[in-house]
């Protein structure tokens, strides 16, 4: 199973980017695949996730008017499209899979989730 992060940098405050996650090695159908993020300091924060059998998707309230998940099965890639970024937004971003849909959505269970890309850093400049 791999999960490969791509799209992370410095951005402005106010900026737009969009992350890129190619996940394979697991049947798609069966997982949902999710962002996540961690700042320093701070425990690993659910953002968004996609569950492709039946289209459900989860929102973080802090992310929900500003961040987009969405995912193309054909080509295994899942993406986040971010705008608005805030330098409170500054943090290693990750992507990750799990067959159980709430491990992606609930911070304390972060920890048990199956499946980890190895991240990506997002610096928002103020």
């Known amino acids: 199973v791999q999960l490969v992060e791509s799209g992370g940098g410095l951005v402005p405050a106010g900026g737009s980017l969009t992350l890129s996650c190619a996940f394979s090695g697991f049947y798609v159908d069966d997982y949902g695949i999710g962002w996540l993020r961690q700042a320093p300091g701070k425990e690993r924060e659910p953002l968004a996730a996609v569950r492709p059998i039946d289209g459900r998707i989860y929102y973080a309230d802090s992310v929900k008017d500003r961040f987009t998940i969405s995912i193309d099965t054909a080509k295994s890639t899942v993406y986040l499209q971010m705008k608005g970024l805030k330098p409170e937004d500054t943090a290693v971003y990750y992507c990750?899979?799990?067959?159980?849909?709430?491990?992606?959505?609930?911070?304390?269970?972060?920890?048990?989730?199956?499946?980890w890309g190895q991240g990506t850093q997002i610096t928002v400049s103020s």
């Open positions: 990750a899979g799990d067959r159980f849909f709430k491990a992606l959505t609930v911070a304390a269970m972060a920890r048990g989730i199956d499946y």
